[in-house]
């Protein structure tokens, strides 16, 4: 096949793409693709910094001519097993015991904002991928379904863990899955609180690609060889989708006003398992 070796393909700078905190941006010139890694720190988890970042990165592609060439996004990871696992919990429970809802909107905001970047692809042509290398919960896979060309590999698992502390996934779960598998199917992953398997989520069409363990990388310069040829009808259809069934900013904000009240009328209880759960993240980054 015309991508076997991807391992050692040398990574051409050629692009004067700005420095980030948390995102790594590298660009490959022969495949108008641009990787977007990220590694948020101190947690692997939608830290303000890495959702402001992926806000500016898309901007850039958007209005900056010298980016003009970049036909396809590709986010990843740059941390071993963990795509991304969700919100930023720990934001959330102090945003909850301050009773801030404006600071909860804020970040909700914030998040709609960056996913709907993603979801439209800049209002240009370039195909947003995802390419989920390792554990993608919560907030992670909000995003990463709010992708065009969603990629995962065997070993992934994803899930909404929300429900298990009494909350729900407020900026897209549902309206992005609805749209992909239908509303029961879409109301069940959420309220179950399980992880699926990648295996189980292609099974169910939210995974477009699956890919081998390790072969994550090789299977996006594969789709972009499939898509390039062609690029017209499926960008065009991709269009028309959008068109008669889209996911809107009202949508998304009503849902996330909701989640910010649910958010609130949360207890103690809740808040020391969301409190548990920053652990885990912190032991996973360690």
Not at 35 to 57: A, G, N, S
Not at 87 to 96: A, E, P, R, Y
Request: hydrophobic share 35%.
């Amino acid at each position: 096949m015309e991508h076997q070796s991807k391992s050692n393909l040398k990574i051409a700078q050629s692009k004067p793409f700005q420095a980030y905190q948390t995102l790594d941006i590298q660009y490959e010139d022969e495949y108008g693709l641009a990787w977007y890694y990220m590694h948020p720190k101190p947690r692997p988890c939608c830290t303000p910094e890495l959702v402001h970042e992926i806000k500016d990165w898309f901007h850039a592609l958007k209005h900056s001519p010298e980016y003009r060439d970049v036909r396809y996004v590709a986010l990843a990871s740059n941390m071993p097993n963990v795509f991304n696992l969700g919100g930023d919990l720990n934001l959330v429970i102090q945003l909850i015991r301050d009773n801030d809802r404006q600071g909860l909107q804020s970040y909700a905001t914030a998040c709609i904002d960056a996913m709907l970047l993603n979801y439209c692809g800049t209002g240009t042509d370039i195909t947003t991928i995802s390419l989920i290398q390792g554990d993608a919960l919560g907030g992670g896979m909000e995003y990463a379904i709010s992708s065009h060309v969603l990629i995962a590999e065997r070993n992934a698992k994803m899930g909404m863990p929300e429900i298990l502390f009494n909350l729900f996934p407020g900026v897209g779960a549902y309206s992005f899955l609805s749209r992909k598998v239908g509303p029961n199917k879409a109301e069940e992953i959420i309220v179950s609180g399980r992880l699926y398997s990648a295996e189980e989520m292609y099974q169910l069409g939210i995974v477009d690609v699956l890919a081998g363990s390790g072969e994550g990388r090789k299977a996006v310069y594969d789709y972009i060889a499939r898509e390039d040829r062609s690029s017209n009808g499926l960008r065009s259809f991709r269009q028309a989708k959008m068109c008669t069934n889209p996911v809107t900013r009202k949508e998304l904000s009503d849902v996330a006003d909701i989640w910010a009240d649910a958010a609130l009328r949360l207890g103690d209880k809740e808040l020391r398992m969301m409190g548990r759960l920053v652990k885990r993240q912190t032991e996973k980054s360690q």
